[in-house]
Every structure is written in structure tokens, then in C-alpha cells.
């Protein structure tokens, strides 16, 4: 590795530092760190910021990494809409937006329409995505996609070859509930992130390195069988929940405004909570994580619920995880999907220095 990557990776890891700080740090002498940092200064790819700490003398001035060098896209399709967000290279969100989908009716029109939003996003900053992290229901292995029910038109690989050449940057496709559990992920923690939306699905964890199984089915139950021939997914769904409300899946969701809709307090949602429950012993006795985090458009909404589905899992089980609303309610999958991105455009600009600063590997090295 040279001296412009490791430069690059020390302050990614440990934050900035002075040119005298960094060439102690890596082991390299001051003359060749001093002329990478110049070089990656250059290249827009470092800011030098105020001055650091001196005991002696005059303070030494810092280097930073300059997140916006590269921007990242993450995105999410659902069966309502498109949802994406722009990220920096660390994967914070600079802009979010949404756009209509009909999901179902117009497969072929994916790849334009994610590019014709893309485009209008990144448009002010005058930038091309590095990379775009894009979440999609079911199951996603090696690029392919199924167990796809509300949108089926997914697993046709037509949808995603076409989608694929409409961009001129890496597409990483990822579960949504899976990026939904990596916005929430906490260094070197268990955690199960339950999704309740149009569909349900769980994500799983270990730190953000995805646990997702040996055929990328983990956290699919959605599938498990119930008492009365219905499915997990059939229940704990908009769909499900607004058949025991005795409405329509479109009268459902404008009910469901504010953090703790009145709505979800009635009586009716008692089959709703119960399998939930079940579904949360199941991933409490099976996983055993440290939190079990609850988001989805009807997820997010349970916080008046938490308490009491809280007290349910510590009085059936001998140990009960923590439980809490996602802290992003409306965008954890462009969050978590933006952070992939950020990783994957990271990845690809050590690879780029890997050339481009050889030439400062000289004697002084």
C-alpha cells in the first residue's frame, strides 16, 4: 500500500492530523508524507483545516478527508415509489427526495425512471454518482432477485440488465430491510431491524457487516405459518393490518400520520400485536441480539405500543433484547443503502491512488 492510501485510511479511521502527526503514525518520513498529502490536496481529495495543538512553536495545520470529493447515491423501490438520497463519502445524507412508482404496471420503465431521478438529484452539484446502492423486496443474491410478491416484475432479469444500462456507475443491490438494519447498526452489535410495511421482513447485523444466510434468505418471516393458514407477511402488512381495521390498504395510510396514530389503539390490532410478538420471541431465542429495532411505514408507528410489547417478551422469555422505533422512520433504507454506497465508492478510490501516487514511493520512503 502507498503512502497516499495509507494517508488516506489513518485519517478515515482515527480523523485528522498534521503532516508531522500522520508520517509518525505511518512510519514514513516526513518529506514523502509531506508530498502525498500535497498530491491528495491536488486532487480536491483533502482540505487542510485550522490549526492543531502545539506545545512548541507554531501550531501545525491539519488535514481532513473531503467527503464531498465523491458523492454516493442510495435508493429504495417500493411499490408506491422511489425513494433515494445523496450521500458523501461517509454515507451522511446531503439531499433526500421521492418520486411517484407505480410498481406492477411498468417493469420496463425502472432503469429510466431510478435515471431520470438520479439525475434531477444530482443534477445542482454537478456531480456523477460514485456509486448507487439500491434496495429492493425479497430475497437478493449475486445480482439476481426472488421472492419478490409485490413486485414481481423484479425477478426478471431483463428489469435489472435494462436498469443496469441506463447507468454509467456500480450498482449494488441489497435487500431493503437488510439496508434498513445497517442504518441502524452500531459498532460490533447483535441487531435484528423488523420491517412492517407493504411487506415484513427482518434484516440482521453483526456491527454493518450483513448477516443474510447461506442462500440471502435470512430474516425471511414473512413466510412462517400461522394458526389459521395464513402467512407471517399476511398478517403484519398494510394489507393485513388494514383487513382487521376493516379498510382498504389505501384508506390505511392516511390514517397513519403522526408518531402514535389512534388508529393502531383499538382493539382490532390485538391479532396484529400477538404475531408480532411471536415474531420477536422468535428472534430473541434464535439470534439472541442486543436490540431489536421496529421501522416500516405501520413499524414506525408502534411506539405507543413499544412499552407494552416490551413487558410481553421480558415476562415469556428469560432474556429479552432491547426494543425501539428506527430513529429514521421514512428513510432507513436510502440511509443504510448510502452507506453501502459510500463504502463501495471508498473502496474504489483507494484502488484508484494505488497508481496515482506511486511516484512519492521514493528513497524517502
Known amino acids: 500500500m502507498n503512502i497516499a492510501q495509507q494517508v488516506w485510511l489513518h485519517i478515515q479511521q ?9 508520517a509518525r503514525h505511518l512510519r514514513r518520513s516526513k518529506p514523502a508524507t509531506s508530498a502525498a498529502i500535497d498530491t491528495l490536496l491536488q ?47 461517509r454515507g451522511d445524507l446531503l439531499e433526500q427526495r421521492s418520486v411517484p412508482w407505480r410498481g406492477g404496471e411498468a417493469s420496463g420503465e ?3 425512471a431510478l435515471k431520470r431521478a438520479i439525475d434531477a438529484l444530482c443534477g445542482p452539484q454537478g456531480q456523477v454518482p460514485r456509486a448507487l446502492a ?17 413486485l414481481p416484475e423484479l425477478e426478471d432479469p431483463a428489469t435489472l440488465t435494462r436498469l443496469r444500462s441506463e447507468l454509467s ?16 447498526a452500531r459498532p460490533g452489535e447483535l441487531l435484528a431491524f423488523v420491517s412492517i410495511g407493504s411487506g415484513f421482513g427482518v434484516g440482521i ?28 407477511e399476511q398478517l403484519l402488512s398494510e394489507t393485513g393490518l388494514a383487513r382487521l381495521l376493516g379498510l382498504q ?29 411471536s415474531a420477536l420471541q422468535v428472534l430473541t431465542l434464535t439470534l439472541d441480539p442486543a436490540r431489536i429495532v421496529i421501522g416500516g411505514r405501520i413499524g414506525s408507528k408502534l411506539l405507543a405500543q413499544l412499552p407494552s410489547l416490551q413487558r410481553q417478551l421480558q415476562e415469556s422469555l428469560p432474556f429479552a433484547p432491547q426494543l425501539c422505533i428506527s430513529q429514521f422512520p421514512d428513510s432507513a433504507v ?13 473502496a474504489d478510490l483507494l484502488e484508484e491512488l494505488s497508481d496515482r501516487a506511486r511516484p512519492h514511493q521514493s528513497a524517502h520512503a
Open 334 to 346: 436510502v440511509q443504510g443503502a448510502a452507506q453501502m454506497a459510500a463504502a463501495r465508492a471508498s
Open 43 to 89: 486532487q480536491d481529495l483533502l482540505l487542510e483545516l485550522g490549526q492543531g495543538r502545539s506545545t512548541l512553536g507554531r501550531p501545525p495545520k491539519l488535514v481532513n478527508l473531503n467527503h464531498r470529493s465523491r458523492l454516493v447515491v442510495g435508493a429504495e423501490v417500493d411499490v408506491h415509489e422511489l425513494r433515494l438520497g445523496l450521500g458523501d463519502l
Open 134 to 150: 439500491l434496495g429492493l423486496p425479497g430475497v437478493v443474491r449475486d445480482g439476481v432477485v426472488s421472492h419478490a410478491p409485490n
Open 205 to 232: 447485523t453483526q456491527g454493518r457487516e450483513l448477516l443474510d444466510g447461506h442462500q440471502g434468505r435470512a430474516g425471511e418471516l414473512g413466510y412462517l405459518p400461522g394458526a389459521g393458514g395464513e402467512n407471517l
Open 169 to 184: 456507475f456500480p450498482v449494488l443491490l441489497y435487500n431493503d430491510v437488510n439496508l434498513a438494519a445497517v442504518s441502524e
Open 249 to 277: 390498504a389505501t384508506q390505511l395510510l392516511p390514517l397513519l400520520a403522526g408518531r402514535s396514530p389512534a388508529i393502531l389503539e383499538r382493539a382490532a390490532m390485538r391479532p396484529f400485536l400477538s404475531a408480532l410478538l
Open 110 to 112: 425502472l432503469g429510466p
Open 14 to 22: 482515527y480523523g485528522p492530523g498534521s503532516r508531522a502527526d500522520l
